[in-house]
């Protein structure tokens, strides 16, 4: 069946860095979009990035231009979201997603993993 095990997550202070990845297994990683969602406490469930299957185009959130990278590793089927520059408000609780297709378009999918908190504070 379809796995996504998040990691990564932690307590960081403001301006300093994290890089979150996304294990999947139990279907063939390189032929779908992946995403990376964030709920904050109290807030609804928001799109933070995504990549297409073969890992030629991303989008990002307005909030995460310039800060966050999503990346992927098809040969270990593996998406990252490396994060620079945190700020106390990118406080939440980070999920994975598989989308429906090869496309960003198709993001999200039925399928979330657990998800990773990352807390920022000082």
């Known amino acids: 069946q379809v796995q996504l095990v998040e990691s990564g997550g932690g307590l960081v202070q403001p301006g300093e860095s994290l890089r979150l990845s996304c294990a999947a297994s139990?279907?063939?990683?390189?032929?779908?979009?992946m995403s990376w969602y964030r709920q904050a406490p109290g807030k609804e469930r928001e799109l933070v990035a995504g990549?297409?299957?073969?890992?030629?185009?991303?989008n990002y959130a307005d909030s995460m231009k310039g800060r966050f990278t999503i990346s992927r590793d098809n040969s270990k089927n593996t998406v990252y979201l490396q994060m620079t520059s945190l700020k106390p408000e990118d406080t939440a609780v980070y999920y994975c997603?598989?989308?429906?297709?090869?496309?960003?378009?198709?993001?999200?999918?039925?399928?979330w993993g657990q998800g990773t908190p990352v807390t920022v504070s000082s």
């Open positions: 139990g279907f063939t990683f390189s032929i779908y979009a």
């Open positions: 990549i297409t299957s073969a890992g030629g185009s991303t």
């Open positions: 997603n598989r989308c429906r297709g090869g496309s960003l378009r198709s993001c999200p999918g039925d399928y």
